[in-house]
């Protein structure tokens, strides 16, 4: 499975943006697809996932605020980000991993890895 994520971008606060992570390979049905974030000062943060079905999960901290989408026709997620804050700024990389886990929100459970996009939530 290949992942590549963009749409990273400079934003202020307040503002939105939309990160997608384009999925190819050997995808299946079982499938989880997760949203991770880093910045220097802390390890990978779990964000948000959604399986296959729809499925979706979000870390307390951005939960009303963002939203994780999937296109299964072009097989790629969204990460739709509203109202970011500056302590959003991180780099954004989408992982998978098949079957489901109930460990979903940790990084050390995924297989597969998208390159990482940057983020930065700055007036």
């Known amino acids: 499975v290949q992942l590549q994520a963009s749409g990273g971008g400079l934003v202020q606060p307040g503002d939105s943006l939309r990160l997608s992570c384009a999925a190819s390979g050997r995808t299946d049905s079982q499938m989880t697809i997760t949203w991770f974030r880093q910045t220097p000062e802390k390890e990978r943060e779990f964000v948000g996932a959604i399986r296959w079905y729809s499925v979706t999960y979000y870390a307390d901290s951005v939960k009303g605020r963002f939203t994780i989408s999937r296109d299964s026709a072009k097989n790629i997620i969204y990460l739709q980000m509203n109202r970011l804050k500056p302590e959003d700024t991180a780099v954004y990389y989408c992982?998978?991993?098949?079957?489901?886990?109930?460990?979903?929100?940790?990084?050390?459970?995924?297989?597969?890895w998208g390159q990482g996009t940057l983020v930065t939530v700055s007036s």
């Open positions: 992982a998978a991993r098949s079957p489901h886990t109930v460990r979903y929100y940790s990084a050390n459970e995924y297989t597969y």
